[in-house]
């Protein structure tokens, strides 16, 4: 389990910025993850905003809502710049669904972290093809604290990675839920492939 090196520090001049993510596969708990951390920082006073892609309107228009139905109200935006006008003076910004947004999700990151503030990611980091979702490996990569997490494999039962998609669908955005994809491990993942 992660826990933040200093929650306590409010002092805007010292504060420090730093970049999390958390990435794993459909049903994961990635988002669970982040509203539990999100949760901590609302407890020990900090201001926190919260962001998700609009185009993600699964469970709810606005609020970040977890497949365990943990909610936290978030605010819907379109693109990744957006986030720096409506961050304002926060300690902690919070954004779900990150693979969503374009490579400029990167710069907007990384200006926030300069600017003192936590920022708190949580993405896919493979697409259904198994290959690597953009902008999820730079944010990795420019992250101080990387959390991967496991679902359980709807086949096997094992620990899983990936998230195969139930469909012929090949487009690489592509809502859904437990209709759609199944968590899966390796092997699991590329026999699914292969038949």
Do not use: W
Request: proline share 3%.
């Amino acid at each position: 389990m992660f826990i933040e090196p200093s929650l306590g520090n409010h002092d805007q001049a010292a504060r420090k910025g730093q970049v999390e993510v958390i990435c794993g596969s459909m049903f994961s708990g990635k988002t669970e993850e982040l509203i539990r951390r999100l949760n901590r920082a609302l407890i020990a006073r900090q201001k926190v905003e919260i962001f998700k892609p609009a185009l993600d309107q699964r469970y709810h228009e606005e609020n970040v809502v977890s497949h365990n139905e943990s909610i936290i109200r978030s605010t819907p935006v379109q693109f990744a710049n957006d986030i720096l006008l409506l961050a304002g003076n926060c300690d902690v910004v919070g954004i779900d669904e990150v693979q969503f947004f374009d490579n400029q999700i990167i710069s907007v990151a990384e200006q926030l972290a300069h600017a003192g503030v936590r920022v708190i990611l949580a993405g896919l980091d493979m697409d259904f093809e198994g290959k690597p979702f953009e902008p999820m490996p730079q944010l990795m990569a420019i992250a101080e604290y990387v959390t991967k997490v496991h679902a359980i494999c709807m086949k096997c039962g094992d620990l899983a990675a990936f998230s195969y998609r139930l469909s012929g669908e090949k487009s690489k955005v592509m809502l859904g839920e437990k209709e759609s994809y199944e968590a899966r491990c390796r092997r699991c993942f590329y026999q699914g492939k292969e038949s």
